[in-house]
C-alpha cells in the first residue's frame, strides 16, 4: 500500500492543481475576451519549466516579453522583406523564412548572455509560440493585450510548476516520516 501512495502523490498533486487553474481560468478570462479560455498557455509554461529553479522560472517572464518582441518582429521583417521581393515556395514567402532566420538567429545570442537576465531561451521560444498561437483567439500577434494574456498565464503555469514540486516534495518527506 506504501509504494501505491508513494506513485500516487505527484499524480495526485498535478491533479489537484490542474483542476484549481481551469477554475482560475473561468474567473480571469473573461476580463480578457468573453467566452476565451487560455488554459493551454499556462498549460504549456508548467510543462516547459516543470522542474525548472526559481531562477529559470523568473528568467522566463523577460523570456516571454522577448519572445512577444520576436514574433513580431518577424511578422515586420516577414512582411517588409516579402513588399520588396514577392517570392513564394509552396505557399510561403521566402522572405518569411528569412526573417524566421534572422529573428531566430538574434534571439539564440541571448543564450550566450548568461550574464543578462535575458537568456531563458524556453521562455523567449514559448513567448513566440504564445504570440502566434494568439491568433487562435482571434488576436493580433501586435495585440498589448496578448502580451498581457501571455504574461499572466505564463506566470500561472509558472507557478503551476512550483507548487507541484513544492508538494511533491512535502507530500515525499511527510510519507517517508511515517
Same mark, same amino acid.
Not at 500500500?1 to 492543481?17: D, E
Given at each position: ?17 490542474a483542476g ?10 473573461p476580463l ?20 525548472? +529553479? /526559481? !531562477?529559470?522560472?523568473? @528568467?522566463? =517572464?523577460?523570456?516571454? $516579453?522577448?519572445?512577444? %518582441? *520576436? ?10 522583406? +516579402? /513588399? !520588396?521581393?514577392?517570392? @513564394?515556395? =509552396?505557399?510561403?514567402? $521566402?522572405?518569411?523564412? %528569412? *526573417? ?32 502566434f498561437s ?45
Amino acid at each position: 500500500m506504501n509504494k501505491f501512495i508513494k506513485i500516487s502523490i505527484t499524480p495526485l498533486v498535478v491533479g489537484v492543481i490542474a483542476g484549481t487553474l481551469v477554475f482560475t481560468d473561468s474567473l480571469i478570462a473573461p476580463l480578457f475576451i468573453a467566452g476565451a479560455s487560455f488554459t493551454w498557455i499556462a498549460f504549456v509554461n508548467w510543462t516547459v519549466f516543470f522542474g525548472a +529553479s /526559481n !531562477i529559470e522560472r523568473l @528568467k522566463a =517572464i523577460p523570456g516571454y $516579453i522577448i519572445g512577444f %518582441l *520576436a514574433a513580431n518582429a518577424i511578422i515586420i521583417i516577414g512582411d517588409n522583406l +516579402s /513588399n !520588396i521581393v514577392d517570392f @513564394k515556395l =509552396i505557399n510561403i514567402s $521566402i522572405m518569411t523564412v %528569412l *526573417a524566421v532566420f534572422i529573428v531566430n538567429f538574434i534571439v539564440m545570442y541571448f543564450d550566450k548572455a548568461k550574464k543578462l537576465f535575458l537568456n531563458s531561451i524556453p521562455g523567449i521560444f514559448v513567448g513566440i509560440a504564445m504570440t502566434f498561437s494568439g491568433a487562435g483567439q482571434q488576436l493580433a500577434a501586435n495585440n498589448m493585450s496578448l502580451l498581457l494574456i501571455i504574461i499572466v498565464y505564463g506566470i500561472l503555469g509558472l507557478l503551476c510548476g512550483l507548487g507541484t514540486n513544492f508538494f511533491v516534495k512535502k507530500l515525499n518527506t511527510k510519507l517517508e516520516k511515517n
